[in-house]
């Protein structure tokens, strides 16, 4: 078996496990170098992959290459020379080739060849102030996109072009775009940035278009240091503008500036957009940001209550309304706040304090939205997986300890989160009596006060199920 086989090998497999998007971010530019001594070497272009692999997928990547020979122990990764910000080790991996040349090509001396007062002519949109980094918090959905944009705003030379942010509406994919922009007016002011939308673009082009002055435009788009476009899922569809947005692109990367994309879905999720330019748009790396958890819309929401008392003076706003709304409100960021701010207004207008009962009453509207329907074959399968029980002993007669506990709390959960009566649910676990749901759910109460690792279980399965996503 020969080296590069057994390299191949190692990385489909962590393509297969990581995902097409995940897999090009991290392992893409990821090249052998060598063995010796039961280590293997690999070369990745910047200290950010580098750091990133190290800290996410050290152990995985030893245990496929320890998969292919036992003799491996260790896997080092080294920065091709190239990276200024590379540490001591690109000593060993001088003969490691860097990967997109031009990204590692001297940066020029920015402000000499770039024209002033573009933002005052109206080709930017201007930054929203709230919209830093500061103000942004940081949890385990959004970990990778916070990282790749501080990394962009911090650093001096090109670290992945594009970088292309995405998921769903209200994550803050416009707030890390603002921030970035912040940021590098503040450390490098002489570099030119540049953000708007997608939507902007597109109507300065035709207007450019229809007074004919497009060499102005290009002109305009190609002296930046740095170009933001938001929500360029909307230039799909229209021809000429994406010619337009593609060959700027193009020469943007092509000069060394520093692109950034987002959109609402991954590059190769665009429709409507041409294919070159799709996986052109991939190139770099492709961050997305997850829908949050429960830990991070609480965190969200204790800062914004907190920035609120700044600004607007003291207000009470207890614990547990902040912990209810972080439950019950998932859908995104921005209902999240506003749901808040809303509590903190109406409270203040008819002069009472902020009640858990009043925040029912003020955002009943939202809160029905916001419910997500939950089914009971969704809560079957978590608790199956939780407890490492199979779905059909879910439905089975056993009444062993190990089956029927979690089959308990199964039933449990269908009671508390869903609408379904004590007969639906009843027949939904293998056709049992709805006095057997009663006996469940009120053992699994009782234990809830008795063990709290049972609490604890059942508290888990609870966020996971209204998240509508994993623990991860
Ligand atoms: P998107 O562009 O992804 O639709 P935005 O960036 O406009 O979303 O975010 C919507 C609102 O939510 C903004 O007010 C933003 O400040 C806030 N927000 C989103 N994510 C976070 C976060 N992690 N921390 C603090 N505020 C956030
Ligand atoms: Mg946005």
Known sequence: ????????????????????????????????IGVGDGRVMLSVPTRFIRNWIASHYADRLSQLWADEDEGFTRVDILVAAGDPKSDGSEEAARSARPISAPAHAESQPAASAI????????????????FTFDAFVVGKSNELAHAAARRVAEATDVSFNPLFLYGGVGLGKTHLMHAIAWEIRTRQPERKVLYL???????????????????????????????????????????????????????????????????????????????????????????????????????????????MIQKNGPVTIPAGVLEFLAHRIVSNVRELEGALKRVVAYASFVGRPITLDMSQEVLRDLLRSNDR?????????????????????????????????????????????????????????????????????????????????????VDLLRRMLEGGHGPN
């Open 197 to 307: 939308s997608a939507e902007k673009f597109m109507y300065q082009f035709v207007r450019a278009l229809r007074f004919k002055d497009t060499m102005a435009f290009k002109q305009q788009f190609r002296s930046v240091d740095v170009l933001m476009i938001d929500d360029v899922q909307f230039i799909s569809g229209k021809d000429s503008t994406q010619e337009e947005f593609f060959h700027t692109f193009n020469a943007l990367i092509d000069h060394n500036r520093q692109v950034i994309i987002s959109a609402d879905r991954s590059p190769s999720d665009l429709e409507g957009i041409e294919e070159r330019i799709r996986s052109r748009l991939g190139w770099g790396l492709a961050a997305d940001i997850h829908p949050t958890d429960y830990e991070l819309r609480l965190g969200i929401l204790q800062a914004k209550a907190e920035e």
């Open 373 to 457: 329907k939950i089914t009971i074959e969704e809560i079957q399968r978590r608790v199956a997986e939780y407890y490492n029980v199979r779905l059909a002993d879910m439905l089975s007669a056993r009444r062993a300890r190990a089956v029927a506990r979690p089959r308990q709390v199964a039933m449990y959960l269908a009671k508390q989160l869903t609408s379904r009566s004590l007969p639906e649910i009843g027949r939904k676990f293998g056709g049992r009596d709805h006095t057997t749901v009663i006996h469940a759910v009120r053992k699994i109460d009782e234990l809830c006060h008795l063990d709290s690792g049972i609490e604890e279980d």
């Open 1 to 32: 078996m020969s080296l590069n086989d057994q390299w191949r090998r190692v990385r489909a497999r962590l393509h297969a496990e990581l995902g097409e998007a995940t897999f090009n971010s991290w392992f893409k530019q990821v090249e052998l």
């Open 115 to 130: 024209p002033s007062g573009l933002e005052d002519a109206g080709v930017g949109a201007p930054l929203d102030p709230r």
